[in-house]
């Protein structure tokens, strides 16, 4: 699971690639890490519920990486930071309507490594070949303070090699793509929650 991400682009950057107004969003670039504020990129909550066009507006807005937890879970105050099961009853409505997906921007990220032999666990940060700011599926929830969660897709072939059995889902950089993760169906959305190639990512130090 993804535990810290980094978005080295101010907010302007993010608005020229995106297409989106900031919003006077004063994000400067940095870490973001669980419980922290991060910009996300989504179509509002100020508009119908179900299946939208590409004619709604997109908009920058922060958000708190993680969503509190379901009542029955074991520890009421770990916040939640990916979806790995999009049928669980916890998140099927908000993943059915588009006003609640988001996307995440990002220029890398973390996964811890497998343990070893001095009993630690390594870091290894990835970034995509192909886009200097990319964007992740997420989805949010509205609370006190509204968050969001990350998308879990099976891990490519890099991401097996440092051990892990998931990775973010990552977009490609084609405004269509962002478009249906905002705005389609689930059928369509949903066929987006794959892993990103290996051929288009790489592995950079922190």
Request: glycine share 10%; net charge positive.
């Amino acid at each position: 699971m993804t535990m810290l991400y980094r978005l080295d682009a101010d907010a302007a950057a993010i608005g020229r690639t995106f297409g989106v107004e900031t919003g006077g969003d004063p994000w400067t670039g940095g870490h973001v890490a669980p419980q922290g504020f991060a910009p996300v990129i989504t179509a509002g909550r100020e508009f119908i519920a179900g299946p939208g066009t590409s004619r709604q507006p997109w908009r920058m807005v922060p958000r708190i990486w993680g969503v509190p937890p379901p009542p029955t879970a074991p520890d009421a105050a770990r916040p939640v930071l990916s979806v790995r099961n999009t049928d669980s009853p916890f998140w099927i409505g908000n993943l059915r309507n588009p006003e609640f997906r988001c996307l995440v921007p990002a220029t890398s990220f973390m996964e811890w490594g497998r343990v070893g032999p001095d009993g630690k666990r390594r870091q290894h940060w990835f970034a995509c070949a192909d886009q200097k700011v990319f964007a992740m599926a997420a989805v949010w929830k509205d609370s006190e303070v509204p968050g969001f969660a990350l998308l879990t897709a099976p891990p490519n072939a890099e991401l097996k090699g440092a051990g892990r059995d998931g990775m973010p889902t990552i977009l490609p950089p084609e405004r269509g793509a962002w478009a249906t993760w905002l705005h389609g169906g689930w059928d369509r959305a949903s066929a987006m929650i794959a892993p990103y190639s290996s051929s288009l990512m790489r592995q950079v130090e922190r």
